[in-house]
């Protein structure tokens, strides 16, 4: 081996992302983007109609419930779940396509997926993101003007709960200011490729050829 080299990573990095609703993990990812990383963002499957302006595999891939049915029967989804009667999940085909490519897979995803992602694929990279405080998370989701009060006692009461969570994760992403926080981001997964984690292989590598 020579005096030079670079990490030996072959395949992408999984990363989950989570976030209770109004912290801003949209706009990070968004920023994060824009500086062409070698990853890209899973687009999840849905059994739900197509809303005006919606590209199928941009936006979702929108499929039929006979589909997605049979995608779950041939353990073709990491997780899903139902909503509104309408189902929802990863589909594990083109997520698995872009890892084997090297590319970095960003899942944005709820807890309870996230939870069971974590549980599939311990070498997956979790990463939460929370505000800077509660009030803050307040004002933000009041500051959108979409939802009633109702709604909003009803997503921080969500939050909470969720916030409760962010400890199971690998790293915490505070989202105080958006540059710095899609800055944050972009250091963790850098960093990831260089612990134990996503390098046994290469340790072993190192040992076969002792």
């Known amino acids: 081996m020579n005096g030079s080299y670079t990490a030996p990573q072959e395949h992408g990095i999984l990363v989950v992302f989570s976030g209770p609703s109004g912290a801003g993990k949209g706009t990070i990812l968004k920023r994060y983007f824009e500086d062409d990383p070698p990853a ?4 999840s499957a849905t059994t ?5 302006g919606e590209v199928d595999g941009v936006h979702y891939h929108f499929l039929s419930r006979e589909e997605f ?8 989804v990491l997780e899903y779940n139902i909503y509104n009667g309408n189902y929802y999940g ?3 085909g ?3 396509e872009e890892l084997s490519k090297g590319h970095d897979v960003i899942l944005e995803i709820e807890t309870n997926g996230a939870g069971h992602i974590r549980r599939m694929f311990p070498s997956a990279l979790s990463i939460f993101v929370v505000p800077p405080s509660f009030e803050e998370l307040k004002k933000r989701l009041i500051g959108r003007g979409t939802e009633t009060p109702e709604e909003i006692a009803a997503r921080l ?3 909470r709960s969720e916030i ?4 199971d994760y690998d790293y915490i992403v505070v989202n105080d200011e958006v540059e710095t926080a899609a800055r944050r981001l972009g250091e963790i997964i850098r960093s990831a490729r260089w ?10 590598e190192v040992l076969n050829n002792a």
Request: no cysteine; proline share 10%.
């Open 195 to 204: 612990s134990k984690k996503f390098n046994q292989s290469f340790i072993q």
């Open 157 to 159: 009461e969500k939050g």
């Open 69 to 76: 049915e049979q995608l779950i029967a041939e353990d073709g």
């Open 164 to 167: 409760e969570m962010a400890l």
């Open 40 to 43: 890209v963002l899973s687009v």
């Open 48 to 52: 739900r109609a197509p809303r005006p």
């Open 90 to 92: 990863s589909p594990r």
């Open 94 to 96: 083109p997520i698995e």
